[in-house]
């Protein structure tokens, strides 16, 4: 039986060149099969062009949301922590929230589009087929899955990551990057995360509903496009 492919893509932290190159190697590799693609958040922070990163994924989930899934992630969380919990502003400008607000030309939180915020707010912390949990950081092991917890699903490095926990379907989740700008594959989870914003590369994982772990990985260094 053929499958559909998933292509999930991780931590993109601004860094729209890349994910602009990304895209077109998805749909050379996919060649008009159907597909869906799964971002697993960390659109913004750090990285040159967050705002750039938002009108791509923003358009693609407009244009078809059954097939488009945008994940939350922590630095997502943090930018709308900032404007609703006291102090949260400058633990999200510390964790690169003055990059974003360059990207779009603002001085000011507060002065974020309102629709923009309305999409972050609206995300999703999980999706899941008949072989996968996608996640922006993890599941704390033990839980029943998916994990309950939202600050588990946007924030969890350990034990999550050092635990070869079964969560009844492999686990795909960015979040914290690799150093080697390589993919983790583990048994039970697989890790996207591979440091576009840090010299490494963005990364897509391409995933079937009847395998675990991916068939294929697509990878753009940053290197090759001066990020």
């Keep these: 039986m053929t499958h559909d492919l998933t292509y999930a893509i ?15 190697r998805i749909e050379a590799h996919s060649a008009g099969r159907p597909h869906r693609l799964v971002f697993l958040g960390d659109y913004i922070d750090r990285g040159p062009d967050s705002a750039g990163v938002l009108r791509i994924v923003r358009r ?33 400008l510390r964790n ?5 607000l360059a990207s779009f030309g603002l ?8 629709d923009v915020l309305d999409w972050l707010e609206a995300l999703p912390s999980v999706h899941a087929d ?58 039970h989870r697989t890790n996207l995360d591979t440091g576009a914003v840090y010299g490494g590369a963005l990364t897509a994982g391409v995933f079937t509903e009847g395998q675990g772990p991916a068939v294929a990985f697509l990878g753009i260094p940053a290197r090759r496009y001066g990020t």
């Design 10 to 24: 991780g931590d993109i932290h601004g860094c729209a060149n890349l994910l602009e190159a990304l895209l077109a």
């Design 60 to 92: 693609l989930h407009w244009n078809d949301p059954e097939r488009v899934t945008c994940l939350i992630g922590n630095h997502e969380a943090m930018l709308l922590a900032s404007l609703q919990t006291p102090g949260a502003a400058e633990h999200w």
């Design 96 to 100: 690169g929230g003055g990059a974003t």
């Design 107 to 114: 001085d000011a939180i507060e002065d974020v589009p309102g």
């Design 130 to 187: 008949a072989a996968h949990w996608y996640v922006h950081a993890g599941f704390r092991p033990g839980c029943t899955p998916p994990d309950p917890d939202l600050q588990n699903r946007l924030w969890i490095r350990e034990p999550f990551l050092s635990d070869e926990c079964d969560f009844g379907r492999h686990v795909v989740h960015g979040h914290t990057p690799l150093p080697a700008g390589e993919p983790e594959v583990r048994r």
